[in-house]
């Protein structure tokens, strides 16, 4: 009885009946329930694809294990090698100084990079962006990547 209202409905004698109109705001409600729902079923390992059981990711999401500094991440697809990359600026922040308004910490350091095989859970430490600009102790910050034309360009 979709699509009649509800006189026809009562006039015909079938009773009242549904309307495609309320059957998709149904449809929707459920929807917009099960994906608030997802994240925490996937968290505790129900909601899985094949046989893999999916876990939270760990907390820190990720630390640089160089001078524990990863700040203004940004994210890309690397298609050649099938995961995504991070690249960061990678902040000296066990720097020790006696000057809390020293700033030294923030100069001279390169782009960090981290890679990500499993659509960003974990990520693991790649090395630094070989980034042919400026001396040694050039300081580079807040890397920001794109795709274009074949290419990737930092900007």
């Excluded at 910490?105 to 090395?127: F, L, N």
Aim: charged share 20%; glycine share 10%.
């Amino acid at each position: 009885m979709c699509g009649l209202d509800r006189q026809q409905a009562e006039k015909s004698g079938e009773g009242p009946s549904l309307t495609a109109a309320a059957i998709a705001a149904a449809v929707n409600m459920l929807f917009a329930t099960f994906l608030c729902l997802l994240p925490g079923l996937a968290q505790h390992g129900i909601a899985s694809s094949g046989n893999e059981v999916r876990r939270g990711a760990p907390k820190p999401l990720y630390r640089d294990p160089v001078h524990d500094g990863a700040a203004d991440p940004s994210l890309i697809w690397d298609r050649g090698g099938n995961r995504w990359l991070m690249f960061y600026t990678n902040r000296r922040a066990d720097l020790a100084t006696t000057d809390p308004k020293d700033v030294v910490w923030v100069h001279g350091t390169m782009i960090g990079i981290a890679e990500s095989k499993d659509g960003g859970t974990t990520w693991h430490y790649a090395g630094t962006a070989k980034l042919p600009y400026g001396e040694q102790d050039y300081t580079f910050w807040a890397p920001s990547l794109v795709w274009d034309k074949g290419l990737y360009h930092m900007l």
